[in-house]
Structures are given as structure tokens and as C-alpha cells.
């Protein structure tokens, strides 16, 4: 059983960033791809980048390439994406999740997952 925490959520203005957090209760944490996916109200949720185990590669959306960056620290068992040039369109709750396929991109691959934190943009 993994546990996930997310923290680093809140209000920010368009163009600000934001820096999401996610520790894993895992003594496996170096050989899980990680992922961070996101869900707006009314929405499917969605895939929004993931950084596979060892290696480092990762993978984003579209939408999302080019601002946010996805990084992760074995120490320390963390997971962060930060987020820069924030737009309204990414106001949703983003979860983290672990995958044992390299770079997956569908939540089906995942199999646990945190509780979410609350990113909110303001126009």
C-alpha cells in the first residue's frame, strides 16, 4: 500500500505560479513512475505530466508544455510540479499517482493515488 500526500495548492492570480508537492509512504518510491493529474469542476480528469522512475524522462500535455515542469527527489520520497504562467483553464484539483508503466499517460496505468490539492486562478 502506497500513501500519497499533496500539499501546495491555493489562490493565485493568472501569470503566477505554484509549486505542488506530493510525498509517498514507499520504500519502492525510485522504481514508480510518478504522475500528476487534474480535475475541473464538471470535468473528466485529465493527465497533466509524469516523470518515470530512475531515469528521469517525463511526459506532459500539451497544454501544460513549456509551463509546468515536472521533478522528482529520492531523498525526500517527493514528487513536485511546478507551475508557472498559470492560467484560469488550470483552476482544477491536481493528484498525484503512481504507475508502474513507464511514462503512462492514462489513469487506468495508475494505481494509487493521493487526495488532491485545490489549484485556483484567478482572471
Known amino acids: 500500500q502506497v500513501q500519497l500526500v499533496e500539499s501546495g495548492g491555493g489562490l493565485v492570480d493568472s501569470g503566477g505560479s505554484l509549486r505542488l508537492s506530493c510525498v509517498a509512504s514507499?520504500?519502492?518510491?525510485?522504481?514508480?513512475?510518478m504522475g500528476w493529474f487534474r480535475q475541473a469542476p464538471g470535468k473528466e480528469r485529465e493527465f497533466v505530466a509524469c516523470v518515470s522512475s530512475r531515469v528521469g524522462s517525463t511526459s506532459y500535455a500539451d497544454s501544460v508544455k513549456g509551463r509546468f515542469t515536472i521533478s522528482r527527489d529520492y531523498a525526500k520520497n517527493t514528487v513536485y510540479l511546478q507551475m508557472n504562467s498559470l492560467k484560469p483553464e488550470d483552476t482544477a484539483v491536481y493528484y498525484c499517482?503512481?504507475?508502474?508503466?513507464?511514462?503512462?499517460?492514462?489513469?487506468?496505468?495508475?494505481?494509487?493515488w493521493g487526495q488532491g490539492t485545490q489549484v485556483t486562478v484567478s482572471s
Open positions: 499517482a503512481t504507475s508502474s508503466v513507464m511514462l503512462g499517460r492514462s489513469m487506468s496505468q495508475y494505481n494509487y
Open positions: 514507499t520504500r519502492t518510491f525510485s522504481t514508480y513512475t
